[in-house]
Every structure is written in C-alpha cells, then in structure tokens.
T-cell receptor, first 113, second 112 residues
Framework: DTAVSQTPKYLVTQMGNDKSIKCEQN?????MYWYKQDSKKFLKIMFS???????INETVPNRFSPKSPDKAHLNLHINSLELGDSAVYFC????????????FGPGTRLTVL | GENVEQHPSTLSVQEGDSAVIKCTYS??????FPWYKQELGKRPQLIID?????GEKKDQRIAVTLNKTAKHFSLHITETQPEDSAVYFC???????????FGSGTRLQVQP
C-alpha cells in the first residue's frame, strides 16, 4: 500500500496555463506539506496544513493555492504558470507533533515550456 | 528565519571508507535534526534523526552527532557501500513550526 501518493507523476504544460497536483496519504497523519525541489535539488517548504488548516505559507506567490478537503488530502493548484515554476513538487505528511518522520510522496515533475 | 548550511556539496569515497557530512543551523530554538537520503529520481526518505536532548545516535553503519553549543550536527557513514550513493539532506525544525528547513544537500558517490 502506498503511504503518500501524488498525481500526476509528470506534468508538461505551456506558460500561462493552470494546473493542479493531487496528494493523498493513508497514514492517518494530521499534518501535510508541499515542498518544492528546484533544479539544484534544493528542497524548500511551501505550505503546511494541520487538520485542514493552513499553518505555514512560506512567501509563496499567490498563484499557488493549496486546498485540503480533508486531513488525508492536500492539493496544489497553480495559476498562470511561469518558466520558473518548473521543479519537482513533493507532498509529505507527518503525525501531529512535527518533530518526527515526514513521509514524502513520489513527487510530481512539472515542466513549463 | 532558520538557515541550515551543509558541507560538502559533493563527496566521493572508496567503498569501505567512512563519509562525514556536516551541517550548521542558525536558530537556537531548533530541537529536531533529521537526515534524509534521496536516491536518483526517488523521494527523500528519513535515515536517522536526533533530538536536542541527546548528543549522539547510532543505527548500524549510520550515526549522527549534535553539538548544540556550536549549532553543528553531522552524519557519519562507516563502511560505505555503492548503494549508499545518493544525495543526503540535513534538516532542522523546532517545536510548533511544523515544517523542515533543509540544507542544500550532499551528493555522495561511493566508488566500488
């Protein structure tokens, strides 16, 4: 059974388009995250949700809008895609405390042409 | 905000040798320090972590040390094997933050 899953795995799109990435975890965790990994492999937090409530928004452009319909799902919608949005986006989850293992999804490689 | 510096950016060792990766954090409130391994094209996975109330933790060939005074923590891999080749990330966080701040990563290559 996959603990944290993301769809799609690959996303290729044109500048200016709008796209969404979906994430689901079956671990019963309360906290979910979106991280961005750029071409230099640097991993940076974008958003953190706890029980559907936004906890962290790390100065991400408002073209990025996360949505958590329930605590097992965290989706990411991106409007007006730009070349600089090309990256691998990882969803992750962890139990409530935050001081424990984060389980990452397989990642979504977004390429903006 | 928290800043984590990681060195070296690349490390090449011979199979059987030891490898050491070092990180420095800036926020003295940080109290949790995990290390993640990311193989090519795969997701990051936790390999070991340490909390601020201990100075060292070991799990088979992997150990992590923490110096709170100097705000340093290090990953030690002994008897390296080709399957240890990957990018290793250190990270830190503190109680209540609910997100990790990652170092820039170290690409470890173990030569057979």
């Amino acid at each position: 059974d996959t603990a944290v899953s993301q769809t799609p795995k690959y996303l290729v799109t044109q500048m200016g388009n709008d796209k969404s990435i979906k994430c689901e975890q079956n671990l019963g965790h309360d906290t979910m995250y979106w991280y961005k990994q750029d071409s230099k492999k640097f991993l940076k937090i974008m958003f953190s949700y706890n029980n559907k409530e936004l906890i962290i928004n790390e100065t991400v452009p408002n073209r990025f809008s996360p949505k958590s319909p329930d605590k097992a799902h965290l989706n990411l919608h991106i409007n007006s895609l730009e070349l600089g949005d090309s990256a691998v986006y990882f969803c992750a989850s962890s139990p409530t405390t935050g001081l424990d293992t984060q389980y990452f999804g397989p990642g979504t490689r977004l390429t903006v042409l | 905000g928290e800043n984590v510096e990681q060195h070296p950016s690349t490390l090449s060792v011979q199979e059987g040798d030891s490898a050491v990766i070092k990180c420095t954090y800036s926020d003295s409130a940080s109290n949790y320090f995990p290390w993640y391994k990311q193989e090519l094209g795969k997701r990051p996975q936790l390999i070991i972590d340490i909390r601020s109330n201990v100075g060292e933790k070991k799990d088979q060939r992997i150990a992590v040390t923490l110096n709170k005074t100097a705000k340093h923590f290090s990953l030690h891999i002994t008897e390296t094997q080709p399957e240890d080749s990957a990018v290793y990330f250190c990270a830190s966080t503190y109680t209540g933050r609910r997100a990790l701040t990652f170092g820039s990563g170290t690409r470890l290559q173990v030569q057979p």
